[in-house]
DNA sequence: CTTCAATTGTTGAATATTCAATATTTTCAA
DNA sequence: TTGAAAATATTGAATATTCAACAATTGAAG
């Protein structure tokens, strides 16, 4: 008897591609309104508690590979959102944090993404939403 | 009352992204057993049906650009794993088709993505699986 | 202590992706 | 039937990402 050979449109892992790829593409408009990719938005994010981060733990954060976030550092240096400190417990390490520019900046990111996960809410549902989150987080931690 | 600021590890875009970060990691390293990344899989199990896809469809099923594409089937032309063909109906179209070294190819692919499958529902859980599929796939549906 | 391995971050070259412009063909309105 | 607009795919330049190598610092074993 023949195996059936699944559709890709079957496999998690294409689902979770379309499914990042179209949410993404979303939050991706959203912010366009203030010029910044979706990176830039976690980037601010993580490091608005007002602590230093560094590049390594923000890079796992953040979902970058190392060299990929210190190019990506240094435009956002540039445009004077964040700033290096270097760690002075450990010198190999430079603490990330975030400038007064950035903060602002990150507050209109911020009501931009809470628009979003709004508009999911109203076209998805509430409850399915917050079931999906749950499982994701699952999914993660099992994959670890 | 001061609105408290959600963590960037409460946002769906940001759980997808993680959740599809790390399976197709886990992926990509399987696929490397053959030398292929993810989106040739995907090119080559589409492809698999045996009829002829244009760039169009393609790229759309298999998440890529329009560009980006081309130049993956450029280099999947040169590795004969695919072959292209004007689309006499249609001129403006180009008709993919997959090659005998292209379904030889795909099916270690495929062997290896239900490797992955089945890891995934050992370590995860049959009922969450295909529960978060069900989800995914109306999350995906709800936003078109 | 000293030395060697591990950790952390950056750099430069190679590679891949994206954006805008182009070429070709088809569609469709006048 | 013609001409303008839309659809399809590709190209080249600009941009971004990745890989491997490097530099600096710390940790840890002898």
Redesign the pocket.
């Known amino acids: 008897m023949a195996k059936l050979n699944t559709p890709i449109t079957e496999h998690l892992a294409y689902l979770l591609a379309q499914a990042n790829r179209e949410i993404n593409r979303q939050l991706e408009l959203r912010l366009s309104k203030e010029g910044v990719?979706v990176?830039q938005w976690r980037i601010l994010k993580v490091l608005s508690d007002g602590n230093g981060?560094?590049?390594?733990?923000?890079?796992d954060a953040v979902l970058?590979?190392?060299?990929?976030?210190?190019?990506?550092?240094?435009?956002m240096v540039s445009d004077t959102l964040v700033y290096?400190v270097q760690?002075?417990?450990?010198?190999?390490?430079?603490?990330?944090f975030i400038s007064d520019r950035g903060k602002v900046l990150s507050k209109k990111l911020n009501s931009l993404a809470v628009d979003q996960e709004e508009h999911i809410l109203e076209s998805y549902g509430d409850k399915s939403t917050s079931e999906l989150k749950r499982l994701l987080e699952s999914l993660i931690d099992s994959s670890n």
Chains 1, 2 share one sequence.
């Open positions: 990719p990176e981060h560094s590049m390594g733990e923000l890079a970058l590979n190392h060299p990929t976030l210190t190019k990506m550092i240094d435009r290096r760690d002075p417990n450990d010198r190999r390490k430079v603490l990330m």
